[in-house]
């Protein structure tokens, strides 16, 4: 077992601890308009659950189903905070609040495991703004970060007593209440934890005992699931191997493609000079336990699973993230400090890439919001995305849910609300708007290979939208700056390349 002397190699370098937290908010901090990519909606979603009680043009448009589901990560925070702050801003402070709980885990867990904080830890610092984090996936970012700081506790004291069972037990609770997969990830932590630890098979059962609490969340999983209508969505399969292959080549995927896999490599090249040159080959036990099964569980899970998206691509940063974590401190000093130097470089590229990137497309976003001055309050707008190139693209932005923004800003209806099947704690009254109008009918894919815009799917839809009884129209994208009106619509307001079309 490691000595828990919390005494490190570098004193005087202490608060650079507490500085790597902070300096995680910078990027959400210096945007105009943060780049998750799903924050509008998951914002749009707050809005009407802190304010549907208080508000007509939200009461006719929804109904809200409050429930114990394992996906409240940032909806519970982000909705107390909402009469202080304002549904908007609070969203912001929530997914603020993120990376840095990252850091501040990912600390205490290397503390935990190896008596002090590591070298290692700062190396793993950029994985703290992985992919899922730029996606936006804000309950499950904000379950990992807990589920990393209550495996730190489990890593770091015996849990014999019967307090600290029940505390663990409403800990459990706490990670399964924030996001399923932040639990099984947590379970995985403790596996590898009990695991690293065993000396001979008797002492498996007591292991086994030890951990039974970290269970408990099995009991509102199933009242949960028994509500759930149909099979949920089962598992699926996309591309296996190339599939998986790209999960963790693109970990750090959301910015530039070169400077995120550069910046993935010499992660890479980092943690191997920790390993060989610093900490002489030493690995801590538990932590490389964890670490293998977070990639077993990485390569074994599928893309899709209970219609939620990117479970592998979920788990594969969180995966490297404790493999880093697992290189033992170096014994020279001097050789350690180098390696902190390294993990402080590469966390300063991560965070600046990505406020710089913010910065600037946020100062974008926000001229292209300005359309929304001349949306009518309680209206029905319909939001179109014209995606402006063909493939995949690697840099990661909310363009494609900006929609979203309709419905804090001006309470109007808008579609490109994700509505997860069994996960609804708000649902659409309009059965019409509720089958053809949600997240996805905004789509409009280029013409590939000509990578032009599609105007005929465009005005199908603009058409589709005006027969539906929409109100507006907000055409975004890759698309004419000079694109004429549906019949029946006139120009209100163009921004930033955007153009807004309401009914005379």
Same mark, same amino acid.
């Given at each position: 077992?490691?000595?828990?002397?919390?005494?490190?190699?570098?004193?005087?370098?202490?608060?650079?601890?507490?500085?790597?937290?902070?300096?995680?908010?910078?990027?959400?901090?210096?945007?105009?308009?943060?780049?998750?990519?799903?924050?509008?909606?998951?914002?749009?979603?707050?809005?009407?659950?802190?304010?549907?009680?208080?508000?007509?043009?939200?009461?006719?448009?929804?109904?809200?189903?409050?429930?114990?589901?394992?996906?409240?990560?940032?909806?519970?925070?982000?909705?107390?905070?909402?009469?202080?702050?304002?549904?908007?801003?609070?969203?912001?402070?929530?997914?603020?609040?993120?990376?840095?709980?990252?850091?501040?885990?990912?600390?205490?867990?290397?503390?935990?495991?190896?008596?002090?904080?590591?070298?290692?830890?700062?190396?793993?610092?950029?994985?703290?703004?992985?992919?899922?984090?730029?996606?936006?996936?804000?309950?499950?970012?904000?379950?990992?970060?807990?589920?990393?700081?209550?495996?730190?506790?489990?890593?770091?004291?015996?849990?014999?007593?019967?307090?600290?069972?029940?505390?663990?037990?409403?800990?459990?609770?706490?990670?399964?209440?924030?996001?399923?997969?932040?639990?099984?990830?947590?379970?995985? /932590?403790? +596996?590898?934890?009990?695991? !690293? @630890?065993?000396?001979?098979?008797?002492?498996? $059962?007591? &292991?086994? #005992? %030890?951990?039974?609490?970290?269970?408990?969340?099995?009991?509102?999983?199933?009242?949960?699931?028994?509500?759930?209508?149909?099979?949920?969505?089962?598992?699926?399969?996309?591309?296996?191997?190339?599939?998986?292959?790209?999960?963790?080549?693109?970990?750090?995927?959301?910015?530039?493609?070169?400077?995120? /896999?550069? +910046?993935?490599?010499?992660? !890479? @090249?980092?943690?191997?000079?920790?390993?060989? $040159?610093? &900490?002489? #080959? %030493?690995?801590?036990?538990?932590?490389?336990?964890?670490?293998?099964?977070?990639?077993?569980?990485?390569?074994?899970?599928?893309?899709?699973?209970?219609?939620?998206?990117?479970?592998?691509?979920?788990?594969?940063?969180?995966?490297?993230?404790?493999?880093?974590?697992?290189?033992?401190?170096?014994?020279?000093?001097?050789?350690?400090?180098?390696?902190?130097?390294?993990?402080?470089?590469?966390?300063?590229?991560?965070?600046?890439?990505?406020?710089?990137?913010?910065?600037?497309?946020?100062?974008?976003?926000?001229?292209?919001?300005?359309?929304?001055?001349?949306?009518?309050?309680?209206?029905?707008?319909?939001?179109?995305?014209?995606?402006?190139?063909?493939?995949?693209?690697?840099?990661?932005?909310?363009?494609?849910?900006?929609?979203?923004?309709?419905?804090?800003?001006?309470?109007?209806?808008?579609?490109?609300?994700?509505?997860?099947?069994?996960?609804?704690?708000?649902?659409?009254?309009?059965?019409?708007?509720?089958?053809?109008?949600?997240?996805?009918?905004?789509?409009?894919?280029?013409?590939?290979?000509?990578?032009?815009?599609?105007?005929?799917?465009?005005?199908?839809?603009?058409?589709?939208?005006?027969?539906?009884?929409?109100?507006?129209?907000?055409?975004?994208?890759?698309?004419?700056?000079?694109?004429?009106?549906?019949?029946?619509?006139?120009?209100?307001?163009?921004?930033?390349?955007?153009?807004?079309?309401?009914?005379?």
């Amino acid at each position: 077992m490691p000595n828990h002397d919390d005494r490190s190699s570098f004193p005087r370098w202490r608060l650079l601890m507490p500085a790597m937290v902070a300096l995680a908010f910078a990027p959400v901090l210096l945007a105009s308009v943060p780049g998750f990519v799903d924050m509008p909606s998951h914002m749009a979603r707050h809005h009407v659950l802190a304010n549907i009680a208080h508000d007509p043009a939200l009461g006719r448009m929804f109904s809200v189903h409050w429930q114990w589901i394992a996906n409240l990560g940032a909806d519970l925070p982000s909705v107390l905070l909402t009469p202080l702050l304002g549904s908007e801003r609070a969203t912001v402070v929530v997914a603020a609040l993120l990376a840095p709980l990252m850091v501040l885990g990912l600390f205490q867990l290397s503390r935990a495991a190896h008596g002090r904080v590591s070298a290692s830890a700062f190396v793993a610092l950029p994985f703290a703004m992985h992919q899922a984090w730029m996606w936006g996936f804000l309950n499950y970012c904000m379950g990992v970060a807990l589920a990393l700081l209550v495996a730190a506790w489990l890593y770091a004291r015996p849990r014999g007593r019967s307090r600290d069972q029940a505390l663990l037990a409403v800990a459990a609770l706490g990670v399964w209440t924030a996001h399923m997969a932040s639990w099984v990830i947590l379970l995985i /932590l403790a +596996l590898g934890n009990e695991l !690293g @630890g065993l000396r001979n098979w008797r002492e498996l $059962w007591p &292991a086994i #005992r %030890r951990n039974l609490v970290l269970l408990i969340p099995i009991v509102p999983l199933l009242l949960w699931r028994s509500e759930a209508s149909g099979n949920g969505g089962g598992p699926a399969y996309v591309d296996f191997v190339n599939t998986k292959l790209i999960v963790f080549a693109s970990a750090l995927r959301g910015t530039d493609k070169f400077v995120d /896999l550069v +910046l993935l490599a010499a992660i !890479g @090249g980092a943690s191997v000079v920790a390993l060989v $040159w610093a &900490a002489g #080959r %030493r690995l801590e036990r538990r932590l490389l336990i964890s670490g293998m099964l977070l990639v077993i569980a990485t390569v074994a899970a599928p893309t899709t699973i209970l219609n939620a998206w990117g479970t592998d691509l979920r788990t594969a940063p969180i995966a490297l993230l404790v493999l880093v974590l697992a290189i033992a401190p170096s014994a020279r000093p001097e050789r350690e400090r180098l390696v902190v130097i390294a993990g402080i470089a590469l966390f300063c590229v991560r965070v600046g890439t990505v406020a710089r990137d913010w910065t600037v497309h946020g100062r974008s976003l926000e001229q292209r919001l300005t359309v929304l001055e001349a949306v009518p309050h309680g209206s029905r707008l319909g939001y179109l995305w014209a995606a402006p190139e063909c493939g995949f693209p690697w840099r990661l932005v909310p363009d494609e849910k900006l929609g979203s923004y309709a419905l804090t800003r001006r309470d109007a209806y808008t579609n490109t609300l994700f509505m997860v099947d069994n996960a609804k704690l708000m649902t659409i009254r309009d059965p019409l708007l509720a089958q053809r109008w949600v997240s996805g009918s905004q789509d409009v894919p280029p013409l590939c290979p000509q990578n032009r815009a599609d105007l005929a799917t465009l005005h199908t839809k603009m058409a589709a939208m005006r027969a539906d009884g929409f109100d507006a129209v907000w055409v975004s994208g890759g698309v004419p700056a000079d694109l004429p009106p549906p019949p029946g619509f006139v120009v209100a307001k163009r921004a930033g390349g955007d153009t807004l079309f309401v009914r005379r």
